[in-house]
């Protein structure tokens, strides 16, 4: 046993004072691995949606170029970075311990973030009114679920940041407050990946 | 008989019942089966050649360092290279070669189109038999489309023919299965799969549901006949002759959710030609046939 | 587009109405009846000894990792006894329902039950034992010995950690509701498609089965995030990667798989949600489904899933097996390699689940091959495993004997493993009762791995140990009944008895279903013996005075700590200054040196809110289970309202002051898993304090 060496007279068996782990790189450890999981259910979901973009599970219904609208969904790009840009400037405000910056910051990526949620519902209204909801064939299930499962991560990011619009004033930037926001931006760009994930493989490729 | 030393290593002939008749697995009939059969034994004394040794060190160092028996003790070792490569190299090499046996076994009984019996479907074409087979819940529907009959829970093939089987299912998903003859493979709605056996030797076979498919599926059985040409064809015979046509409206009243008690046989003449591809099609549509709650809670009980 | 709703429905109750509670059936009857009485005696006994506030104060309110594991361990418990109840109703059906003209009892053509309640007892039974036995007991053991082996006082979340055992705790309270109220899934624990879409399960059965599988998962993917923080961020110092006990590796490549399997899962039962309530057509036969698109991410997860409930279980092995060898475990670094290769390799074999799908001979080849990958490291272990043994000083203690059982089953199963892994084989035995003993083989290593852990661990937490001998007599009998069952359970495969037979139709199979029969009776008579076992420990738990450890063999850090262990784990981190510390510490004389002197410590404040969301869980769960829609949104409201007032929470924890610590290190009875705490609320600080 190559690693059994005798006890010297330095040989320590306790570590009074010692410190432990430190709890925002643990919280965000922790977070990284909540997004990885995340990332699975999404790959998952990308997964079901390629098997199931074939003409043949359209089962007669619309196949992809006839419902996505890579202009449109051009803007909800432009609209979602927007909202992670802001959300990272109102990070930058916060590193200079500036509140109503932070909150700024925020209130827009909130706005943008609805703006990006509107165009998406009216999307998928516009295709139930005609019809063509998430009942009619295989092709439009998997559309309709990958679009609202990003919506419903949207939507408890813009609850998160309303959380954070009330704690901000209220503790100011203590530890937890910080690790949340931090942990935030890492869930809002991830979103925003994900959607660039869609954008490319369901509106521009489908189209 | 080498077969029967090659069981002798068997762990459940412990049981000592082995020989008995009622080991349908050990008792092939035809090529496929008796090729799966070997494998079942090349693959046995691989691993008993590791696991048996393994067992047998296992108990003798569990006997001999016991805490009372005063054998050597050397409470340090742990650690021995070229042990730890052995222990490695091992199993790599039987798993190299069992793998290696695994895919060329593959090619051989593969049920869509087993290397087998390639060779007498290439030169006597004659000897294959086609026969499309739909499962509803719960029974089996075969039809012969080269002898233009049907039949409900009775398959019959003539000695010395191929049988190729097409497989689609109304409602769920199941498996056929007919032990010493067939392999398992999954029978699906909306889908086509196949399976091949031979059928070389006369006999009477029980061929069966093997994945669960609702509360009928223990009444899923189907008599397999081998018969002579002659007797095969006198039976052809006797199905043409039945006043029940399947007609795919025919066919809708077959494919209600009912169980087969005691698998009665049925016999159908003329076939929709086109009733294997418009059942698939038809899944493919939409089409189910469900069953209710109500009629789940009355199978195989007493509240009818 | 609207909500699917089958059948009678109201608005105040959804689906629920007074016929769907099976108050006519006799068995339902004795089970509610025993159950109810269970109940009524455990109430009863809470209230007279006046424990309620002990309950809530110490138990349901903890965030302690011991407690935690120990309540996992619990619920597992009970459930290993429902599943096992379950497994008994299955063989007893079968051997009585055997042939044309077996008889009929209490409403069944044969046997004593009709298929519609069968099939829900097999489902459960495999629901139950994987999903709501094992993996709780398992999670328990690495919640309480993962932070002990490393060196911490507890996890890196505490009250996650509490929020995944009440969702776990939910799911399984959920699974048992369905006993009494509506049907459970009659498909398969797999959840068998396409039988679970409505048309062919229109009941509540596949429901139940889904959202409780669904609620347990989220518990499950918390707790893998909270034991992968936990050993890589909260080791002690010294305590480098390849000083790490085995048992924590194991738990973190486990978790790992836990981790990136369990979404998967949560995907393929969302989207059979979606089919059920939604009508949209992921798995449907028709209209543009894919069936197959289910099994494929089924076993995407339910493979690894196999690997997370085995992975511990040869983590305890490896502590089990050398501590009563008395030597280090042969091969270490091996031993890791072989853990992470076994792990990585549990992602690229699900499709041997459905070799006879119809897939081509290459695909069946490739998933063949790479199934018997797994033997090869599995193999290391093994043999590791028995030069470990080889010069030692091996006593047979209650945990060995099952450690050593367990390697038997682990053979016989990897024996047949390989067997199913040849598709030539797998054509015949896929859907055999075959496939079934050899997954038991492989799950009762895991059982028996458990109860080599219950017994090893169960002094270091309570401070007495198991009784030694009724132990044994509980292991000989559980072992003789595995091996009668099993044995014949492999016979019947060759004889070509398929799974899941409500009545087996082919009366040669009698004289095995017999022999299974008695193996089960065997089994009966074993799971006596664990009560008596456990009856008699309790009873006479003050005749021992144990030390801080009690085999006086154990080789790893958690054996350090006082016995009973006190709650805040260790009064001084540790140095660790070697693999096997303790032993080290020994072999040094080194094993009774104590800290110069105490000093504060932080600790987590217990909370009530993971009960609280737990119960909404479960509430969330049964009314989307019976289609009551008022009562999901308040109680989805409700979670999401207690995830944000516990964000607001200042809490951050108190400090245990060192007479304090002083005083429970000399009497390790106060400080101990059972004794009631002082209200240390006077302690707390505000996270604005703490920094």
């Not at chain 1, 803007?75 to 109503?100: D, E, H």
């Not at chain 3, 682990?410 to 797998?426: C, D, F, S």
Request: proline share 5%; glycine share 8%; net charge neutral.
């Amino acid at each position: 046993m190559a690693h059994d060496t005798a006890p010297t007279a330095n040989t320590r068996l306790f570590r009074p004072g010692y410190e432990g782990h430190n709890q925002i790189s643990a919280r965000t450890l922790g977070f990284w691995l909540y997004m990885l999981s995340d990332a699975l259910l999404f790959t998952a979901l990308f997964a079901a949606y390629a098997v199931l973009d074939t003409p043949m599970n359209a089962a007669g219904g619309p196949i992809a170029s006839q419902i996505v609208n890579p202009v449109e969904g051009f803007w909800q790009t432009i609209a979602i970075l927007g909202s992670v840009t802001s959300y990272s400037l109102a990070t930058v405000a916060m590193k200079n311990g500036n509140r109503g910056g932070t909150a700024l910051g925020i209130v827009a990526a909130i706005a943008l973030a609805v703006v990006f949620l509107a165009f998406g519902v009216n999307d998928l209204t516009t295709l139930a009114a005609h019809g063509d909801g998430m009942d009619r064939s295989g092709y439009l299930s998997a559309y309709f679920v990958l679009i609202l499962t990003h919506a419903i991560h949207m939507g408890i990011g813009i609850l998160w940041m309303l959380v954070m619009l009330v704690q901000i004033p209220r503790y100011g930037f203590n530890e937890m407050v910080v690790a949340r926001m931090l942990n935030l931006r890492m869930f809002w760009q991830f979103q925003a990946t994900v959607w660039v994930c869609v954008y490319v493989y369901v509106y521009m490729i489908g189209a | 008989m080498r077969l029967k030393s090659y069981l002798t290593l068997l762990p459940v002939l412990a049981l000592g019942a082995c020989s008995s008749g009622d080991y349908r697995l050990f008792h092939p009939i035809n090529a496929i089966a008796t090729q799966e059969w070997h494998a079942t034994i090349v693959d046995t004394v691989v691993m008993l050649l590791i696991i048996l040794p393994v067992l047998l060190a296992i108990a003798i160092f569990g006997w001999r360092y016991r805490a009372n028996a005063n054998a050597a003790y050397d409470p340090d070792w742990s650690h021995n290279t070229v042990l730890e490569l052995l222990v490695w190299g091992v199993p790599f090499v039987i798993v190299a070669g069992l793998g290696l046996y695994s895919v060329k076994t593959i090619y051989a009984i593969e049920p869509y189109k087993p290397g087998l019996l390639q060779k007498q479907a290439s030169t006597d074409p004659q000897s294959v038999l086609n026969v499309d087979v739909i499962n509803t819940d719960w029974q089996w529907v075969f039809i012969y489309p080269d002898q233009h009959i049907a039949t409900i829970d009775e398959l019959e093939v003539p000695k010395g023919s191929i049988v190729k089987m097409r497989l689609t299912s109304t409602s769920v998903s199941n498996d056929i299965y007919i032990p010493q003859l067939a392999p398992m493979i999954a029978v699906m709605p909306g889908m086509r799969t196949l399976d091949t056996f031979d059928a070389p030797a006369l006999g009477e076979y029980t061929g069966f549901a093997a994945d669960f498919s609702g509360a009928g599926f223990s009444w899923m059985q189907f008599a397999t006949h081998i018969v002579s040409q002659d007797d095969f064809n006198t039976w052809v015979h006797k199905a043409a002759s039945s006043p029940n046509q399947l007609s795919y409206a025919a066919f809708q009243k077959v494919a209600q959710p009912h169980v087969n008690v005691g698998a009665k046989v049925s016999y159908f003449s003329n076939p929709d030609p086109q009733l294997f591809n418009k059942v698939v099609a038809a899944a493919q549509a939409g089409v189910v046939y469900p069953v209710s709650s109500a009629l789940t809670k009355s199978i195989g009980s007493n509240e009818k | 587009m609207q909500l699917q709703v089958p059948g009678p429905w109201s608005l105040l109750l959804g689906r629920l109405t007074l016929d769907q509670i099976p108050y006519t059936n006799p068995i339902l009857q004795v089970t509610f009846a025993v159950a109810a009485l269970i109940g009524l005696v455990i109430v009863g006994a809470v209230l007279y000894y006046k424990k309620v506030g002990y309950l809530w104060r110490e138990w349901l309110t903890t965030v302690d990792h011991k407690k935690i594991g120990v309540m996992y361990i619990i619920v597992g418990l009970v459930m290993l006894f429902r599943g096992f109840a379950d497994g008994l109703l299955i063989r007893t059906q079968q051997v009585l329902a055997n042939g044309p003209h077996a008889a009929g009892y209490i409403g069944a053509t044969h046997g004593f039950l009709p298929p519609f309640h069968f099939d829900q007892v097999y489902s459960a039974h495999g629901t139950i034992m994987i999903l709501f036995a094992a993996t709780p007991i398992l999670t328990g053991f690495q919640n309480i010995v993962v932070p002990l082996q490393i060196g911490a006082r507890d996890m890196a979340f505490p009250y996650m950690n509490a929020v995944s055992l009440w969702l776990t705790t939910a799911a399984a309270v959920l699974v048992m509701i369905s006993l009494f109220v509506g049907d459970f899934s009659q498909a398969g624990w797999v959840g068998l498609i396409p039988l679970t879409e409505l048309p062919y399960s229109p009941g509540v059965g596949v429901d139940y089965w889904m959202w409780a599988i669904q609620i347990s998962s989220v518990g499950t993917t918390l707790n893998a995030i909270n034991m992968i923080v936990t050993i890589v961020d909260m080791r002690a110092p010294g305590m480098t990667w390849f000083r790490m006990p085995v048992f924590s590796w194991t738990t973190l490549s486990t978790n790992i798989i836990g981790l990136t399997a369990f979404p998967v899962l949560g995907v393929a039962l969302a989207l059979l949600g979606a089919d059920r309530y939604l009508g949209t057509h992921f798995f449907t036969a028709g209209m543009g489904g894919n069936l197959m698109l289910y099994t494929n991410l089924f076993w995407i997860w339910g493979h690894p899933e196999v690997y997370f409930l085995i992975l511990p279980t040869f983590g305890v092995l490896s502590e089990v097996i050398p501590a009563f060898s008395q030597k280090p475990l042969f091969g270490y670094v091996t031993m890791v390699a072989a853990t992470f290769a076994i792990a990585g390799i549990s992602w690229l074999v699900w499709l041997h689940h459905f070799f006879t799908m119809g897939a081509g001979p290459d695909i069946n080849g490739f998933f063949s091959v790479a199934t018997m990958l797994v033997g090869i490291p599995t193999g290391v272990k093994v043999f590791n495993w028995m030069f470990t043994l080889y010069r030692g000083r091996i006593t047979y203690t209650v945990p060995m004997l099952w450690a050593m059982f367990g390697l038997f089953l682990l053979l016989v199963g990897g024996l047949t493993g390989m067997m199913l892994a040849i598709p030539a084989i797998n054509y015949t035995v896929h859907d055999s009762v075959f496939v079934i003993a050899h997954f038991h083989c492989m799950v009762l290593m895991v059982v028996c791995a458990g109860f080599a852990g219950v017994t090893y661990w169960f002094p270091k937490l309570f401070g007495f140990k198991l009784n030694e001998c009724w132990g044994k007599a509980f292991f000989w009998t559980f072992a003789v009944g595995t091996v009668t069952v099993f044995t014949a359970m492999f016979a019947l495969g060759f004889e070509g008895e398929t799974r899941r037979l409500d009545w087996t139709f082919n009366t040669a199979w009698k004289p095995m279903l017999v022999v299974e029969e008695v193996g089960m009776i065997i089994y009966v008579l074993s799971l006596a013996l664990f009560a008596v076992m456990l009856v008699v420990s309790i009873r006479d738990r003050n005749k021992q005075k144990l030390a801080a450890d009690p085999w006086e063999t154990s080789r790893t850090l958690e054996w350090l700590t006082p016995t009973p262990i006190p709650f805040y784990n260790y009064a001084v981190t540790p140095q660790v200054n070697t693999r096997d510390e303790l032993a080290w510490r020994r072999k040094y004389g080194m094993e009774h040196t104590k800290p110069d002197a105490y000093e504060d410590i932080h600790m987590p404040s217990n909370s009530g809110l993971p009960v609280i969301l737990g119960a909404l869980a479960g509430i969330w769960g049964f009314a989307m289970i019976w289609r009551i829609w008022w009562l999901a949104a308040i109680s989805l409201l409700g979670v999401v309202l207690i995830v944000i007032i516990r964000s607001f929470d200042k809490n951050a924890g108190y400090h245990l002051q060192p007479a304090e610590i002083e005083a429970m290190e000399r009497d390790l009875s106060i400080g101990a898993i059972t004794a009631e705490q002082p209200d240390r609320s006077h302690h707390i600080i505000t996270h604005a304090e703490a920094h």
